[in-house]
T-cell receptor, first 108, second 112 residues
Framework: GIQVEQSPPDLILQEGANSTLRCNFS?????LQWFHQNPWGQLINLFY???GTKQNGRLSATTVATERYSLLYISSSQTTDSGVYFC??????????FGTGTKLQVIP | DVKVTQSSRYLVKRTGEKVFLECVQD?????MFWYRQDPGLGLRLIYF???????EKGDIPEGYSVSREKKERFSLILESASTNQTSMYLC???????????FGSGTQLSVL
């Protein structure tokens, strides 16, 4: 099955800083999603982005499917951005596979 | 917005007990999923269902079963709970097209 790798595994940011999270996948995907898991465990879907670029407020995501990676940009980070960010990918009609996540801590 | 509701936030059970975890979604989604999340292992798929009374094994189905008698409800059953099933259990759903996945708030299960 598809392999999904995320980097970095851990990230500490000062409030107001920008960051880029990366997701590499081993095959051509037709489904790529980014999630944020808050400190209480709730997983929120941030983006459905199998290709191209999307923006939602301070967050944006870009997937370059031909080069098998996706990036999540966080600008002007806030303490509420803390948590774990997961990407998840799917090939064809196979199951969605999750990466092991990037744990982000934003300090005041 | 899609709402996926899991019946319990925290659950403590004894080894050998039969455990039911319930999940209900309100958006008429065809597909429903059960994952478990463990530190360092990410999310692993236990079972999924693409229609009423249909089920498919995921990556780690051993020790679990599922039931989907109604479209909106997907139950995970631990026939005889063991300590290695202590974990966070997450239910999710999406529509037949299978784009965005929506998660419930999770059930932290402790088996003593």
């Amino acid at each position: 099955g598809i392999q999904v790798e995320q980097s970095p595994p851990d990230l500490i940011l000062q409030e107001g800083a920008n960051s880029t999270l990366r997701c590499n996948f081993s095959d051509s995907v037709n489904n790529l999603q980014w999630f944020h898991q808050n400190p209480w465990g709730q997983l929120i879907n941030l983006f459905y982005i199998p290709s191209g670029t999307k923006q939602n407020g301070r967050l944006s995501a870009t997937t370059v499917a031909t080069e098998r990676y996706s990036l999540l940009y966080i600008s002007s980070s806030q303490t509420t951005d803390s948590g774990v960010y997961f990407c998840a990918a799917r090939v064809g009609y196979q199951k969605v596979t999750f990466g092991t996540g990037t744990k982000l801590q934003v300090i005041p | 917005d899609v709402k996926v509701t899991q019946s319990s936030r925290y659950l403590v059970k004894r080894t050998g007990e039969k455990v039911f975890l319930e999940c209900v979604q309100d958006m008429d989604h065809e597909n429903m999923f059960w994952y478990r999340q463990d530190p360092g292992l990410g999310l692993r798929l236990i079972y999924f269902s693409y229609d009423v009374k249909m089920k498919e094994k995921g990556d780690i189905p051993e020790g679990y079963s599922v039931s989907r008698e109604k479209k909106e409800r997907f139950s995970l059953i631990l026939e005889s709970a063991s300590t290695n099933q202590t974990s966070m259990y997450l239910c999710a759903s999406n529509d037949r097209v299978g784009e965005k996945l929506f998660f419930g708030s999770g059930t932290q299960l402790s088996v003593l």
